[in-house]
């Protein structure tokens, strides 16, 4: 059996018969078999080259999308109290110490 995910709820016996009953009473709704999928074949040969094409090239990629100017990672001691601080005004609080930083910035210009 997979590992599962925690908090994956798992039907009981009961629920598990009251699901298949579903499935049998439901002409449109068929378990499919190792039969059907002996058979399955993937999309790149079932469909048409140019129509496999055009549904790759409609498929989001997974997760945010990529920023224009994206972040470097580092690591910085900051005083507890001071983190704290911005942990406390909630989600998005990097992005706040960020904003903070660049004002700084921008109002004590670095002499080079």
């Known amino acids: 059996m ?7 709820i798992i039907p009981t016996l009961d629920e598990t018969v009251a699901i298949d009953a579903g499935i049998a009473s439901d002409s449109d709704a068929r ?3 190792a039969e059907w999928f002996s058979q399955a074949k993937p999309a790149s040969e079932a469909f048409a ?4 094409t055009a549904l790759v090239a409609m498929k989001r990629p997974r997760g ?6 994206t972040k ?4 910085i001691r900051l005083d507890a109290d001071l983190l704290e601080a911005f942990k406390a005004t909630g989600k998005g609080w990097q ?3 960020n904003a903070a930083l660049r004002q700084y910035i921008a ?3 670095i002499i080079r």
């Open 72 to 75: 470097v990672f580092t690591a």
């Open 107 to 109: 109002e004590h210009p």
């Open 49 to 52: 080259p140019e129509t496999y």
């Open 31 to 33: 378990e499919l078999e």
């Open 95 to 97: 992005t706040r110490v």
């Open 64 to 69: 945010r999308p990529k920023a224009d100017e």
């Open 2 to 8: 997979p590992k599962l995910k925690s908090g994956t």
